[in-house]
């Protein structure tokens, strides 16, 4: 920075990036450090953010509603309350997918698919035995499917950027239903931290795309609940 100019991630932010970049080409030079993306990878970005703004009754929604009926001066409060559940359940499981999926495949080289589905195997049977949730499958709400589930897959196979993280957790999925009998679809937070890897990102970046998504959703979810309030009723249900 100057008294004439203004860099973010070494491009001039009113030359260069100001009526040029979309905020899905400055969110991934941020993660990357300042590198454009390319198109395919830019409409993967920005195909990720929409996926999880989600204005529905989530606990992130609950929270904000709740912290901003105690602190009503306060927005920045409840939308970082909304953001703090972002774990093991809800968003965070994109950061656990990816990590799980890289962490198998860190090593290997190309893998066909009989590799693919021992490796997938392998994973299922571990997370049995030690009673543990396999990080990207099922969901709480769609026990039949995660319906942006297909639609993630397709975008990301046309985009040219689906490759063996999401190959292996699809045949996670096969795999748990082989060995169980039952059905745990794969949902869209696992699929998306398969995305972010394939990309070559980091895992750490998939459950930071799921923050400033959901960020944008709950900025939402906070002139809702001026324009029509209901924490309150909520609250006097629980007590």
């Known amino acids: 920075m100057s008294a004439d100019h203004i860099h973010v991630y070494g491009h001039d932010l009113v030359t260069e990036v100001m009526g040029q970049w979309t905020f899905a080409e400055i969110t991934y030079a941020a993660i990357t450090g300042g590198t454009r993306p390319n198109s395919a990878q830019a409409r993967m970005i920005d195909v990720l953010l929409t996926t999880f703004v989600d204005h529905g009754v989530t606990p992130s929604s609950l929270a904000t ?125 696992g699929l998306s931290g398969a995305i972010v890897v394939d990309m070559g990102l980091p895992p750490e970046a998939a459950r930071g795309l799921a923050v400033v998504s959901r960020a944008a959703g709950l900025v939402g979810v906070v002139l809702s609940e001026m324009r029509d309030p209901s924490a309150q009723s909520i609250w006097d249900g629980l007590r």
Do not use: W
Not at 97 to 119: V, Y
Not at 133 to 153: C, N
């Open 65 to 189: 509603r709740l912290t901003l009926l105690g602190a009503p001066e306060a927005m920045q409060a409840a939308i970082a309350a909304g953001l703090c559940g972002a774990g093991s359940r809800y968003l965070g499981t994109m950061q656990l997918a990816a990590e799980l999926l890289s962490s198998t495949l860190k090593g290997h080289g190309p893998i066909d698919a009989a590799q693919t589905a021992t490796l997938a195997q392998q994973i299922v049977q571990s997370h049995r035995q030690s009673r543990t949730p396999i990080p990207g499958l099922g969901h709480p709400e769609h026990k039949g499917g995660d319906p942006r589930t297909p639609k993630l897959m397709e975008i990301a196979r046309d985009l040219g950027i689906a490759g063996v993280h999401c190959q292996l957790l699809m045949a996670m999925g096969e795999a748990f239903t082989r060995i169980t009998g039952r059905v745990l679809p794969v949902n869209a937070a």
